[in-house]
């Protein structure tokens, strides 16, 4: 077969070779044609096969079978965090001095209790200065403060207060050229004893509502027959919605001033309001209703604020205003040298339409603000000649004030902060020539430095106020202008124990705050200070 297949292929190949066909002797017998006979077309419709499901039992055998594994017990060990270290809680202190002109000094106090907890502080005060330059240049406070919180399981806390107060104060302002009076007669003495208390929820409510009730009463008394009493009780609720509140609350101020005659000055207030807004913007709406002596005010509790750049500036405006007393308390408070009979007693009207900006600038906090405040009766002091010092009577008028007024705050190196505050009012009187003992500018500033791990405080303060307008009663020139440089230094040695001294008034001015009631010129104090 092997060569049977061979001689086949060489017959058939020979011929092929050796084929000598002539050029142009190739006859075409007849040309090739494909042709598909016609055919039906046959269109296709595909259908999908739908199939019945039916519900399968299915029986599974689930074989319980408890493994043995040995392993080795892992190894925890604690990652090393650092903190900050906590800083020693103290309970009590105690700051106690003595300086120039003579002038001891005693501030001290203990709370008993928790700082997150229930609580009671007990605190007392003792400040006195004699000036032997000036006849009768003198003053003495004595405060004593209990006062403290009590945490309830039931969800609410209680605020508790209490203060007595014995303050004396002298009516140096007489010509000591011709006359010398005993310091019995021109002593100012103010005893004044308060009690208050506050009860609140401590924790959230069912309904989200926050709740207050409070009151605060006082007693006070002088040495010239003058008796007040006071009284202000004050409701409030707060109903959360999601993070806008809605709050109403009532107050009321009751004061009866007996001296020669008897004078009550009875207000009352409504000020329902509505906070909402989103991060961006935020508004407040309220009013406040006041009744004061069957009559009745209505004034505004608007606020507009919009916080720009990151929430670092924010731009505000809004209106707002109330009604100020005029009491015997809130006015020997401010002037010292207040009569000792109060002939008038009167609120003060006044609205507040202001706008401004706040917000922090390389970590300073920072505000501005102006405003426009029309007020009625507002209280200006005059000089009472009915005894050979003088004394300070009040009179009221309607005054319309444009203010101004900045503060800063804030680091600007390491371990150094500096802080300042001006404000500036312009008064447009009605009645009197002008804001008669109301300063317009003042201003104040300081630098302090914090070094040696707390030990280490030092502070530098400046102090401004422009010359106050008062009556020309002939006594001289007035040096009216407070320009008050202080400095300051407190050094704990150890933990517990340090030392101060307060360098006040280095340049001795002798600002007359009130006509012919020269402050204290240069005055030094040093003392000790502990905590434990």
Same mark, same amino acid.
């Given at each position: 077969?092997?060569?049977?297949g +061979?001689?086949?292929?060489?017959?058939?190949?020979?011929?092929?070779?050796?084929?000598?066909?002539?050029?142009?002797?190739?006859?075409?017998i007849k040309?090739?044609?494909?042709?598909l006979?016609?055919?039906?077309?046959?269109?296709?419709?595909?259908?999908p096969?739908?199939?019945?499901?039916?519900?399968?039992?299915?029986?599974?055998?689930?074989?319980?079978?408890?493994?043995?594994?040995?392993?080795?017990?892992?190894?925890?060990? &604690?990652?090393?965090?650092?903190?900050?270290?906590?800083?020693?809680?103290?309970?009590?202190?105690?700051?106690?001095?003595?300086?120039?002109?003579?002038?001891?000094?005693?501030? $001290?106090?203990y709370?008993?209790?928790?700082?997150?907890?229930?609580?009671?502080?007990?605190?007392?005060?003792?400040?006195? &200065?004699?000036?032997?330059?000036?006849?009768?240049q003198?003053?003495?406070?004595?405060?004593?403060?209990?006062?403290?919180? $009590?945490?309830?399981?039931?969800?609410?806390?209680?605020?508790?207060?209490?203060?007595?107060?014995?303050?004396?104060?002298?009516?140096?302002?007489?010509?000591?050229?011709?006359?010398?009076?005993?310091?019995?007669?021109?002593?100012?003495?103010?005893?004044?004893?308060?009690?208050? $208390?506050?009860?609140?929820?401590?924790?959230?409510?069912?309904?989200?509502?926050?709740?207050? $009730?409070?009151?605060?009463?006082?007693?006070?008394?002088?040495?010239?027959?003058?008796?007040?009493?006071?009284?202000?009780?004050? +409701?409030?609720?707060?109903?959360?919605?999601?993070?806008?509140?809605?709050?109403?609350?009532?107050?009321?101020?009751?004061?009866?001033?007996?001296?020669?005659?008897?004078?009550?000055?009875?207000?009352?207030?409504?000020?329902?309001?509505?906070?909402?807004?989103?991060?961006?913007?935020? &508004?407040?709406?309220?009013?406040?209703? &006041?009744?004061?002596?069957?009559?009745?005010?209505?004034?505004?509790?608007?606020?507009?604020?919009?916080?720009?750049?990151?929430?670092?500036?924010?731009?505000?405006?809004?209106?707002?205003?109330?009604?100020?007393?005029?009491?015997?308390?809130?006015?020997?408070?401010?002037?010292?040298?207040?009569?000792?009979?109060?002939?008038?007693?009167?609120?003060?009207?006044?609205?507040?339409?202001?706008?401004?900006?706040?917000g922090?600038?390389?970590?300073?906090?920072?505000?501005?603000?102006?405003?426009?405040?029309?007020?009625?009766?507002?209280?200006?002091?005059?000089?009472?000649?009915?005894?050979?010092?003088?004394?300070?009577?009040?009179?009221?008028?309607?005054?319309?004030?444009?203010?101004?007024?900045?503060?800063?705050?804030?680091?600007?190196?390491?371990?150094?902060?500096?802080?300042?505050?001006?404000?500036?009012?312009?008064?447009?009187?009605?009645?009197?020539?002008?804001?008669?003992?109301?300063?317009?500018?003042?201003?104040?500033?300081?630098?302090?430095?914090?070094?040696?791990?707390?030990?280490?405080?030092?502070?530098?303060?400046?102090?401004?106020?422009?010359?106050v307008?008062?009556?020309?009663?002939?006594?001289?020139?007035?040096?009216?202008l407070?320009?008050?440089?202080?400095?300051?230094?407190?050094?704990?040695?150890?933990?517990?124990?340090?030392?101060?001294?307060?360098?006040?008034? +280095?340049?001795?001015?002798?600002?007359?705050?009130w006509?012919?009631?020269?402050?204290?010129?240069?005055?030094?104090?040093?003392?000790?200070?502990?905590?434990?």
């Amino acid at each position: 077969m092997k060569y049977l297949g +061979l001689l086949l292929s060489v017959v058939l190949i020979t011929p092929l070779i050796g084929q000598d066909l002539p050029a142009e002797k190739v006859e075409v017998i007849k040309n090739f044609e494909a042709r598909l006979t016609d055919a039906t077309k046959i269109r296709l419709q595909p259908a999908p096969e739908i199939k019945q499901v039916k519900d399968k039992a299915y029986t599974y055998l689930v074989e319980e079978r408890i493994l043995q594994v040995d392993y080795e017990a892992p190894q925890i060990k &604690a990652a090393p965090v650092k903190m900050d270290p906590v800083p020693e809680v103290y309970y009590g202190f105690v700051k106690a001095g003595f300086g120039y002109p003579i002038s001891p000094y005693l501030d $001290a106090g203990y709370m008993f209790g928790s700082t997150q907890g229930s609580n009671l502080l007990a605190r007392v005060l003792h400040h006195s &200065a004699n000036d032997k330059n000036i006849e009768n240049q003198r003053f003495m406070d004595n405060n004593l403060l209990l006062k403290g919180t $009590a945490y309830t399981d039931q969800g609410f806390a209680v605020d508790g207060a209490a203060k007595v107060s014995i303050d004396n104060h002298y009516f140096y302002g007489y010509d000591r050229e011709d006359t010398t009076f005993t310091k019995e007669d021109v002593q100012q003495r103010l005893n004044m004893v308060g009690l208050g $208390a506050k009860i609140y929820n401590s924790g959230e409510t069912q309904g989200n509502l926050n709740y207050w $009730a409070g009151f605060d009463a006082y007693r006070l008394t002088n040495n010239h027959a003058t008796k007040e009493s006071g009284l202000v009780l004050d +409701l409030g609720l707060t109903k959360w919605l999601g993070d806008h509140p809605l709050t109403i609350q009532l107050a009321t101020d009751l004061t009866r001033l007996k001296d020669t005659t008897v004078q009550k000055l009875n207000n009352f207030f409504i000020n329902p309001s509505f906070s909402f807004g989103t991060n961006t913007i935020r &508004a407040k709406v309220g009013a406040r209703l &006041a009744s004061a002596n069957e009559s009745f005010s209505y004034f505004p509790d608007v606020e507009v604020l919009v916080n720009l750049a990151g929430g670092n500036l924010s731009v505000f405006a809004g209106a707002g205003g109330k009604l100020q007393k005029n009491n015997y308390r809130v006015l020997s408070e401010y002037n010292p040298f207040l009569v000792s009979e109060l002939a008038d007693m009167r609120n003060t009207h006044y609205f507040d339409f202001y706008g401004g900006l706040r917000g922090t600038i390389a970590g300073l906090e920072f505000s501005l603000q102006g405003g426009f405040k029309p007020t009625k009766d507002l209280a200006l002091f005059e000089a009472d000649l009915d005894k050979p010092w003088i004394r300070y009577d009040v009179l009221y008028d309607t005054v319309d004030i444009v203010y101004f007024k900045g503060s800063v705050k804030g680091p600007i190196f390491k371990n150094v902060e500096v802080h300042g505050s001006i404000s500036q009012n312009i008064y447009t009187t009605t009645v009197e020539d002008k804001a008669w003992m109301l300063p317009k500018l003042q201003a104040n500033g300081g630098v302090t430095y914090t070094g040696l791990d707390q030990a280490l405080r030092l502070t530098a303060e400046v102090y401004v106020s422009d010359a106050v307008s008062f009556v020309d009663l002939d006594f001289g020139d007035e040096p009216n202008l407070l320009f008050d440089v202080s400095l300051s230094a407190d050094y704990y040695i150890t933990k517990s124990l340090g030392v101060f001294v307060h360098l006040n008034n +280095l340049a001795s001015t002798k600002y007359r705050r009130w006509y012919n009631y020269p402050s204290y010129g240069l005055n030094v104090l040093g003392g000790i200070t502990a905590r434990f």
